[in-house]
């Protein structure tokens, strides 16, 4: 059974079948209706991509150190924000890994609060996303890890802190890594999954004060969720930079 279309899947679908079927063939997939490639989340991750693009190209040709706009104040107390809590968890040198942690930040949180849009859905309500951006964070982690203690120093983390328990703790960290992206996977999706069918439901059985009651929890949701995911990638690559002592 086919999911509801939002009018801009439907668009993607009208103008931009034909590139997604290349596309997927290129990987050997097939869709089961080659005329409606698109997926909802699908078209909801890429607007809300190209909203980041936008915003920030406009904000960056309005950067200004005498008179910051509005939405620069907003921007640099995220930085700050974001920099301040690498600094609490204890992400050595934390300047370096700021960008990635602002951006995920911003853009979960934009996924997020696009559902509560009239029209729209949250991206990060379809499992397929935050499988995404958690192993866009299992990949980061550990390639900083090995780029800051190169292999030999990194692998040692997997090891435990006795030589001589090396062979037992070493599957207990590569199964405890592993299930990472999984958790980071599940908790964003239930969160928002069941929000969002919280609010559609409310929202059926009246229509003013309970549905913006739940709304006001959604955006509330939405805030903490994506807080929390970046905080877990913080403290991911906090244990993967650090140096033993």
């Keep these: 059974m086919q999911e509801h279309e939002l009018w801009i899947t439907a668009l993607f679908n009208r103008f931009l079948a034909g590139p997604a079927n290349r596309a997927l063939d290129l990987f050997g997939l097939k869709v089961e209706d080659p005329a409606h490639p698109w997926a909802n989340w699908m078209a909801m991750e890429i ?5 980041c693009i ?3 190209a406009a904000l960056r040709r309005r950067m200004s150190v005498d008179k910051p706009g509005k939405v620069q104040h907003v921007f640099e107390v995220i930085y700050q924000f974001v920099g301040n809590s690498a600094d609490e968890v204890g992400v050595q040198h934390s300047g370096r890994y700021v960008a990635y942690f602002g951006t995920l930040f911003i853009f979960i949180l934009f996924c997020n609060l696009i559902g509560v849009i009239p029209t729209f859905e949250s991206p ?5 996303v935050p499988a995404g951006l958690a192993i ?4 980061y982690y550990n390639f900083m890890g090995l780029k800051e203690q190169g292999v030999f120093g990194y692998l040692k983390h997997f090891a435990g802190p006795i030589w001589w328990l090396a062979p037992l703790m070493f599957p207990i960290e590569i199964v405890s890594h592993l299930a990472r992206p999984l958790s980071l996977t599940i908790r964003l999706f239930a969160n928002m999954f069941a929000g969002e069918q919280v609010t559609l439901a409310f929202l059926k059985l009246t229509f003013l004060i309970a549905p913006a ?8 949701v939405s805030l903490l969720q ?10 991911y690559v906090s244990s993967a930079v650090e140096h033993e002592h």
């Design 124 to 128: 990060t309500m379809f499992p397929m």
């Design 54 to 56: 936008v915003l920030f």
């Design 136 to 139: 866009c964070t299992f990949a």
């Design 213 to 220: 009651i739940f709304m006001g929890l959604h955006v509330f």
């Design 226 to 235: 994506a807080y929390i995911f970046m905080l877990l990638t913080m403290i």
């Design 47 to 51: 607007l809300v991509f190209f909203i």
